[in-house]
């Protein structure tokens, strides 16, 4: 059995408390921590969990084998490093650490460290849909990819949410993804920006990102965090000898007043329920298998930070940003995407 601790019990610290609980085997919920210690209190007495009062003492339990980082972004570079102290596998909501650097002092520390701990939580590799996609990719059926149309839309944002976070909260799944799919990395950003919608306050909403990839491949990604219908996730690969999209993924058609109507999911806890049941168990049982995690690695963390950096620099400029990775260290090769 391996006994997580978690530390940020929001949303997503929740649903995936949820799913280590009453869905995934082999795992157990050990320790919470929250700053907000109401909700720790709430949601670890609701599993017996021991409820600790700082993200470090969650680290240092020794009834914690590995730990789950699903706090706010700008706390995870603070909680992964402790984690890698302790020498303890981490598995780190997206993004790995809100900039490249604090993402490239976490690949520093764990390549000093000698051996992955890291994991970080692109889900979308591990959703079944994706994964057919990448497959009917590789099998050579559409011939050389040319192009890949993308849509991230939310129905609506917190109020937090601000203008650049379409880019680093929002697209770097795109991000991620492309890398991943098309196995390269993406070699500049762009971004335009259409008129306005009305739903989405001070926001520019919506943005088209355009990537390059290093090989030439076009990727655009519609990002419309204001969409108002529901949580809508788009992906088309034009390749030279046809193409492949996700398909509908509702379960269900619902036939009534002449009408055949396909219930849109509504929000990410929904569309990727099965991929983030996926994500976590397939890491617990590696843990269990080799002690060392197979998924999105630090290095994907931070080549999606910087590649998201350059898409900032981009919105603000208007102008294309190249992307420039540091050098790839040696832990990392032949690794993950
Ligand atoms: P949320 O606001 O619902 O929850 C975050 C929790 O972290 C809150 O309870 C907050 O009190 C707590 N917190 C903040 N600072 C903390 C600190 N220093 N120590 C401990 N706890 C702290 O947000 P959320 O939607 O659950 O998002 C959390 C993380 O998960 C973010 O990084 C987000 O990008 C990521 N996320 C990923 C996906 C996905 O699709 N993979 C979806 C949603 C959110
Ligand atoms: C959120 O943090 C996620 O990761 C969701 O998957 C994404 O759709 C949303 O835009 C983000 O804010």
Same mark, same amino acid.
């Given at each position: 059995m391996l006994n997580v601790g978690v530390i940020g019990t929001g949303m997503i610290g929740q649903d995936h408390i949820r799913r280590m609980t009453t869905v995934l085997s082999g795992v157990a919920v050990t320790a919470v921590s929250d700053v907000d210690s109401a909700v720790a209190a709430d949601v670890g007495g609701r599993i017996g969990a021991t409820v600790h009062a700082t993200g470090?003492?969650?680290?240092?339990?020794?009834n914690v084998d590995a730990v789950l980082v699903c706090s706010w972004g700008p706390t995870h570079e603070q909680y992964v490093l402790a984690a890698i102290a302790a020498g303890k596998p981490v598995f780190c909501e997206k993004p790995l650490a809100t900039t490249q650097d604090a993402c490239?002092? #976490?690949?520093?520390?764990?390549?000093?460290?000698?051996?992955?701990?890291?994991?970080?939580?692109?889900?979308?590799?591990?959703?079944?849909?994706?994964?057919?996609?990448?497959?009917?990719?590789e099998s050579g059926e559409i011939g050389s990819p040319?192009?890949? $149309?993308?849509? $991230?839309?939310?129905?609506?944002?917190?109020?937090?949410?601000?203008?650049?976070?379409? #880019?680093?909260?929002?697209?770097? $799944?795109e991000i991620d993804m492309v890398r991943w799919m098309f196995g390269e990395e993406i070699a500049a950003a762009r971004v335009l920006v259409p008129r306005k919608s009305r739903n989405?306050?001070?926001?520019?909403?919506?943005?088209?990102?355009?990537?390059?990839?290093?090989?030439?491949?076009?990727?655009?990604?519609?990002?419309?965090?204001?969409?108002?219908?529901?949580?809508d996730i788009r992906g088309e690969i034009v390749g030279e000898d046809g193409t492949a999209a996700l398909g509908s993924l509702s379960p269900l058609e619902i036939r009534t007043a002449k009408q055949l109507v396909t219930p849109v999911p509504a929000d990410w806890r929904e569309r990727f329920l099965q991929a983030y049941d996926v994500e976590l168990q397939e890491w617990v049982h590696?843990?269990?298998?080799?002690?060392?995690?197979?998924?999105?690695?630090?290095?994907?963390?931070?080549a999606a930070a910087?590649?998201?950096?350059?898409?900032?620099?981009?919105?603000?400029?208007?102008?294309?940003?190249?992307?420039?990775?540091?050098?790839?260290?040696k832990l990392y090769l032949g690794v993950s995407a």
């Open positions: 470090e003492d969650v680290v240092a339990d020794p490239l002092r #976490i690949v520093e520390a764990e390549v000093a460290y000698g051996s992955r701990l890291v994991q970080v939580g692109y889900m979308r590799r591990f959703d079944f849909a994706y994964r057919q996609l990448k497959l009917t990719l040319l192009m890949m $149309h993308c849509a $991230h839309r939310n129905a609506s944002v917190p109020p937090f949410y601000q203008k650049e976070m379409a #880019i680093t909260d929002t697209a770097v $799944h989405g306050g001070d926001l520019q909403d919506p943005l088209l990102l355009i990537l390059e990839m290093a090989s030439g491949v076009i990727v655009d990604v519609e990002l419309s965090v204001n969409i108002r219908y529901g949580y590696a843990l269990a298998l080799g002690g060392r995690p197979l998924g999105p690695t630090a290095w994907d963390g931070y910087v590649v998201s950096d350059a898409g900032v620099a981009a919105l603000r400029t208007g102008e294309r940003v190249e992307v420039t990775l540091a050098e790839q260290p």
